[in-house]
């Protein structure tokens, strides 16, 4: 259950409303269903009462929709950020992306989001509701009277079981109190990957990336693909497809994706959560983010605004592309 | 193509600069490499796009090799850097999706190594020769 | 280079983590020693002894005992190299041999001497004893 | 779709012999777009030559492709062919078909089918080529040099010989630089002043040369041909044109305690000062920290005494806008700060000097009139030890000192051991050496007199510990070669301390974004063959700005410098190459991804309003990339995600284009 209550966060954007420090609001309003939630704006404070919405599914990352949003909106937008949505805020400022001073930020508490898919796993389908009280999720489905009642941590998102940071690294004003990173086992699964022989990698991948049904949706949440035109859209590319046609094409889609984002990628795991597929597509950018933490020393995407992301940078004594295999460890 | 004579398709991208003037200096001097490496120039080695690198692949290359100038001596000043970054951590996320190794290659020749060259690419051409056909990457329907 | 040197050689090499091929034989390590005097093999002919895997004759020289663990060679060294890290460490091969102690806690009060600066008979302390 | 023809070379046997020209060209006939195809023995002489001029007409080709042999070669050749019967240049292509074809492989059908498809690659570009016209600039015919010392001071003179006129902008009141420092000059060992005040002099006298000093570069914007540069000249409380230069004013001045920056402060000066005779302006500068009519409204003495009424207390700092077509960038050294080497007792004792303070201690106007006396107590000094390599050759680790070997040390401490013997045969003079690098003309034999005329006691080893006790320093060193401590009871010694540039080259450097190595050197457009040109077009490199170097060195760069500068001014309009890099605004994100990989610095940013597709507007960031600037890498386009910025010439598609017809 999350600590900052749904109240708390509609009174201080009406406050803010109402003292004209912004003109709109962005935040989260129910869906289909209860664990649906989207991202929406709010003008006014029945809106707020009415639609907004705070629970544990709201782990849409707000950062990217500032890009577009923000355009259209002439005064300050409020924005609600939790930890790790704060760095894919600093990414997007380090790439000029919105202007800061058209966003209030305000920094919230997170302790973890849920995964619909877990609870679904653990309480079967039919769900019409889910309601939280302490670390309990109750939930509320169409075969039984009784709600069950499942411990929070339990269906933590993957990205929430290894989250890597409660800091907030960047925001207007804070509500509640701010965390610290934290040492994450976020790589260990791609070391085991990395463990595998060759055959087994090709044969996992293989059997994760053929389920692509190239929706897009990965790109669509990502804050880090924010391009006015995406290559994938466009015709002159030269990789746009919209259909997987055979096995390479939506790996390629995949290399391609994580390429462009290696470097840029806060790891917020947006593109894992959005997969209506369930690939772990997360697994591809920390892929880059291992590799470059450990061939160019540490980097987190996001962490400041303006720092230099290490594909666009260099040392003249980096290591070369035949060493990176040397690096790994010897898995072949 | 016929059955029992395997031949590798190679795409060697090489820099203007530096790996282009390397095989040219390898054709004057007749220096004997396989015929199956076939160069693209282009003005820096990084004026390659990964995307350049997937699709030859995606197209049914069995191999890509990328030649530049040697680190800092790039035309450009700081060109090839870049290339060692971007293809370093493409080299290490194709072999994470289970990709043979020995089909992707950065190697860096200037203008005066025209042995270099030549022994380069009989040297890739041999060892994607061996790992064969490239079943993993290529795009069926474009298939020769 | 002989095996046991090959292998004291890698041993101190790996303890020390000194590298010394960063030496520029400069010698400012030994212009900077205290003990320059009451040693048979230098600072500067520590490290390029240990370059050249001659530590036998290190191991048996009174020279290991005659460094003071001042630092003043790893303070002032201008590649970084450290002499007397190697100094330790080939000392420490020594004290590791079973029972080639060069002497023991016991003997170091009486050698004691008023003008010994602490600094020394605290390093005299770590390194003689153990 | 275009109009393509094709010439496939024999190259007499050189291509004919291995590749069946006949079957190239029949093959290429049928690739899309091709409607014309030939092949002849020689197509670089005339004849081949117009067997495209004719084809181009006939056929109204809208683009050739050439199977010959490496476009390095004769690229160039079938351009102007082109250009000659009215097709674009860059409609061009040349399949390389007898460096990287014929003359490889031993096999007629293998060499015939690599040929067939390096052919198709070829084809497949050229159908996605555009014609490209180089733009053009014009060029400002005038150069700023920055840096007044012998470097910058022989560019300016050298470009105003050649008819351009140059400013140059120096930041202390005087031009000369460090070369006004010194005493002699090795290895011939004539008087810096001699050499030096003449050249000083001509360039006050050349009416095509301006002098800023006491002036700085604030701002540059602009590019090659076309730099704006705002100069900041600060006020000296002296009006220039009317001062005559007679040094009544630094005479009267009360303010006798100000330490004096070009004997680096082993004298005094005034508060009001020329920094020494022969400086060019020969025009006093108050100096604002330490004058008491500035700091507290009374005094004015000066003002007083000034015959021509020169005085101006109410001067303000002035801001002077110029364009220029090139700059030079001469910004010179000072030594390091000896700080981090307490071993050497620098900070404890007046009597351990640096070269540099050696030098205007033996400077007939320096602050002893050229007398060797010790700065402590004024007594000749009988033992001197010289102490070489002080923060030079330093590994990175030890957080001190510089990696590089500051490279003028060991000339100049055997030319100070020298002269000091010389002058005073009674003293005893040590050089502690790691190395003695001498590499240069004369320069050796110069070593070897030191060592072997003047007696000069050369140690390979290194000091370790300088410590003062009484009037002495004593001096602990090694000696490698007897293998011994050496314990000397020293009355002066001299440290070489290292080199590094000037602190004012790093904010410049961002100014011009011009590159820098990690030690704030600047970095040369090519280390070998371009080494007077920054890698940003129009910016050049003169004397140790770019690396340590000696006199005659920075001399001959300085004139390099100034060849290449004139090179570019004697220019009308500068002719870009087309084959440069271009974003496509409505797909730019405005990331500056582009920017932070660019060498040269062509991209630029600006906010420009769109009307988006739902109709509303939006101002958006857009990358805008100057052609005359941008060399054409292409490295901005891999670093860019969305793909909108894209290379002329080179473009994604076009080389695509030759992956599919190499992997079809």
Known sequence: ?332 | MQINEYKPLIVAFCCNWCSYAGADLAGNNRLNYPADVKIIRVPCSCRVNPMFVLRAFQRGADGVIICGCHPGDCHYTSGNYFTRRRMALLFSMLDYLGIERERTRVEWVSAAEGAKFAATMNDFTEKVAALGENKRLEDLRCKR | MDKNNKYLQEEILRMSGVNPRKCMSCGKCSATCPAYDEMEYHPHQFVSMVKNGDIERLLNSQSLYRCLSCFACIDRCPRSVEPAKLVEAVRLIAIRKQGANHMTADDVPELLDEDIPQQAIVSAFRKYSK | MQRIGVFVCWCGSNIAGTVDVQAVSDALKNEPGVVFSTNYQYMCSQAGQDIIKQAIAEHKLTGIVVCSCSPRMHEATFRKTAAAAGLNPYMVEIANIREQCSWVHKDMPIGTEKAIILGKAAVAKVNLNTPLTPGETPVTKRALVIGGGIAGIQTALDIADAGFPVDIVEKKPTIGGKMAQLDKTFPTLDCAACILTPKMVDVAQNDKIRIFSYSEVTDVKGFVGNFDVTIKKHARYVKEDVCTGCGLCTEKCPQKKVPNEFNLGMDNRRAIYIPFAQAVPKVATIDPNYCTMLKTGKCGVCSKVCTAGAIDYKQKDEFIEEKYGAIVVATGYNPISMDKFDEFAYSQSKDVITSLEFERLTNAAGPTAGKLLRPSDGKHPHTIVFVQCVGSRCDSCAQKGKEYCSKICCMYTAKHAMLTRDKYPDTDVYVFYIDVRTPGKNFDEFYRRAVEEYDVHYVKGMVGKVTPEGDKLKVQASDLLTNKQMHIDADLVVLAAAIEPDKSARPLATMLTASMDTNDFFTEAHPKLRPVESPTAGVFLSGTCQGPKDIPETVSQAGAAASKVIGLLAKDKLTGNPCVAHSDEWMCNGCSSCERVCPYGAITYEDKEFRMPDRTTAIRRIAVVNPAVCQGCGACTVACPSGAMDLRGFASSQIMAEVDAICK
């Open chain 1, 1 to 332: 259950m999350q600590k900052i209550t749904r109240e708390q966060l509609i009174d201080k954007a009406v406050s803010l409303l109402s003292d004209g420090t912004v003109e709109c609001v962005l935040g989260w309003e129910k869906g289909q269903f209860d664990y649906d939630i989207t991202p929406a704006v709010f003008n006014d404070e029945n809106e707020l009462r009415e639609n907004f919405v705070w629970n544990d599914f709201c782990g849409a990352n707000f950062s990217k929709y500032l890009v577009s949003k923000t355009r259209k909106c002439n005064g300050k937008m409020l924005v609600f950020l939790k930890p790790c949505d704060t760095y894919s805020f600093n990414q997007l400022l380090t790439e000029h992306r919105f202007d800061r001073e058209k966003v209030y930020a305000v920094g919230i508490p997170c302790e973890g989001m849920a995964d619909i898919d877990k609870i679904k796993a653990a309480c079967g389908d039919g769900i019409i509701s889910i309601d939280a009280s302490g670390d309990k999720l109750n939930v509320h489905t169409l075969y039984s009277d009784e709600p069950i009642s499942v411990s929070a941590e339990s269906v933590f998102a993957e990205r929430c079981m290894n989250c890597k940071s409660k800091k907030h690294v960047a925001y207007d004003e804070l509500l509640g109190e701010d965390g610290d990173v934290i040492e994450s086992h976020r790589f260990d699964e791609v070391a085991e990957i990395e463990a595998m022989t060759p055959d087994e990698r090709f044969a996992f991948w293989q059997n994760e990336l053929s389920r692509c049904i190239r929706c897009n949706a990965c790109r669509d949440a990502c804050p880090a693909c924010t391009c006015e035109k995406c290559v994938f859209d466009n015709p002159n590319s030269g990789v746009e497809n919209k259909a997987a046609a055979n096995s390479f094409e939506e790996k390629m889609f995949h290399i391609i994706r994580a390429f462009h984002v290696a470097g840029r990628c806060t790891d917020c795991g947006e593109c894992s959560r959005v997969c209506p597929q369930h690939i772990p597509l997360h697994l591809l950018n920390r892929k880059f983010i291992k590799d470059i933490n450990s061939f160019y020393g540490d980097y987190q995407a996001g962490a400041e605004v303006g720092t230099r992301a290490p594909l666009v940078d260099y040392t003249t004594d980096d290591l070369e592309p035949g060493e990176v295999f040397e690096r790994g460890g010897d898995n072949a």
